[in-house]
C-alpha cells in the first residue's frame, strides 16, 4: 500500500504541484528521476524489488519466538547473501550513473 500511495501521490505532485519539485536538492532529483522514464525509472524498479525480496526473506530484526519461522531464510541464506550484494552493488551504480547524469557535485 505504501508504494501505491507514494506513485499515487508523486503523480498528483508532478501535474498539479510541479514547482514543489524544485524546493530541495532530493526532490529536484526525484522529480528528474520521475520525467526520466529510461533509465531512471530503473532505479525505482531496484528499490521496489528490495523493498519486496526484504519481506519475502523476512527482517534480520525479529522477534526471538517466532524463530521457528525463519525456516525459509536459513535454507537459502547464501543465495540471499548473493542477492543482497549485486542489488546493493547494482544500486550503487546506479546511484553513481543518475548522479553523474544529473550533474550533481558530490564534493
Known amino acids: ?9 508523486n503523480a ?40 519486496f ?5 523476512g527482517d534480520e530484526l525479529m522477534d526471538v519466538l517466532h524463530h ?6 536459513h535454507s537459502h541464506q547464501f543465495k540471499h547473501e548473493l542477492i543482497v550484494m549485486a542489488f546493493f552493488f547494482m544500486g550503487l551504480v546506479g546511484y553513481y550513473k543518475l548522479v553523474e547524469a544529473l550533474g550533481v557535485d558530490v564534493l
Request: charged content about 10%; aromatic content about 20%; glycine content about 4%.
Open 68 to 73: 521457528h519461522e525463519r525456516d525459509f531464510f
Open 53 to 57: 525480496l526484504s519481506i519475502r526473506f
Open 12 to 51: 498528483w505532485a508532478v501535474v498539479f504541484y510541479p514547482a514543489a519539485y524544485a524546493t530541495t536538492v532530493p526532490t529536484q532529483l526525484l522529480y528528474e528521476i520521475i520525467l526520466t522514464p529510461y533509465p531512471y525509472w530503473a532505479i525505482i524498479v531496484l528499490s521496489g524489488m528490495g523493498s
Open 1 to 9: 500500500a505504501v508504494w501505491a500511495i507514494a506513485i499515487l501521490m
